[in-house]
């Protein structure tokens, strides 16, 4: 079964200081995609990041890179230098394959609300 | 290019009315998925599409229908709708392949009262 998950509802940082939210994800596929997604309050889900599972550098993009452990299943979002346009909700979504399906449909966790404070 | 785009933004229904939201895009993409984001849940997949006229159910499809008729074009439908609807509706699209992201619309705040 795939699954993801964040154990952190809520998060708070200091503006221009650095945050690490987690994810940990499960499944069986060899093949599969890491993403994240920032929710602000506005409600839009906008593309963060992306990692693939034969990657073998963490990717980065901007303020923002993945701590990617493919052995502890981890696919952590780090984000440097924090503003205060960075609080909103985060969400850590795997796409992998149903049952050999091209389909890859996305599996997303809970997520985990960030506050940046001044 | 609008990306995704989503009708209407918002809606109130009364118990057992019926209704049906539109998602579009322009981005020529094959697949199109239905979300429903409830408080503590992440999002959920409802139903999805891999190419035009064809649908297949998702996680929580029970009490939704969905049609692709053209490319563009994925409308979820609620033939009876019940307060367990109430939710913000999300509808994404994507190229086929792991490593594509989806684009979301912005989203359908629906209270069913």
């Known amino acids: 079964a795939q699954k993801i998950t964040q154990t952190q509802p809520g998060m708070f940082v200091q503006e221009k200081e650095a945050v690490t939210l987690d994810c940990t994800y499960d499944?069986?596929?060899?093949?599969?995609?890491l993403f994240w997604y920032k929710q602000p309050s506005s409600g839009e889900m906008i593309f963060l990041i992306y990692?693939?599972?034969?990657?073998?550098q963490n990717a980065t993009e901007g303020r923002y890179s993945l701590n990617f452990q493919k052995a502890r299943k981890s696919a952590n979002l780090v984000i440097s230098a924090s503003q205060l346009g960075d609080s909103a909700m985060y969400f850590c979504?795997?796409?992998?394959?149903?049952?050999?399906?091209?389909?890859?449909?996305?599996?997303f966790g809970r997520g985990t609300q960030l506050t940046v404070w001044p | 290019n609008a990306g995704v785009t989503q009708t209407p933004k918002f809606r109130v229904l009364k118990t057992g009315q019926s209704m049906t939201l539109l998602c579009a895009q322009d981005?020529?993409?094959?697949?199109m998925y239905w979300y429903r984001q409830d408080p503590g849940m992440g999002l959920r997949l409802i139903h999805y599409?891999?190419?035009?006229?064809?649908?297949a159910k998702g996680e929580v499809p029970d009490g939704y229908n969905v049609s692709r008729l053209k490319k563009q074009n994925f409308l979820l439908g609620l033939e009876s709708a019940a307060p367990s609807q109430t939710s913000v509706y999300f509808c994404?699209?994507?190229?086929?392949?792991?490593?594509?992201?989806?684009?979301f619309g912005p989203g359908t705040r629906l209270t069913v009262t």
């Open positions: 994404a699209s994507s190229l086929a392949g792991l490593s594509y992201e989806q684009y």
């Open positions: 981005m020529n993409h094959e697949y």
């Open positions: 599409s891999v190419g035009e006229g064809t649908t």
């Open positions: 499944t069986s596929d060899q093949s599969y995609g």
């Open positions: 979504a795997m796409r992998a394959s149903d049952r050999g399906s091209t389909l890859g449909r996305l599996y």
């Open positions: 990692q693939g599972s034969y990657d073998e």
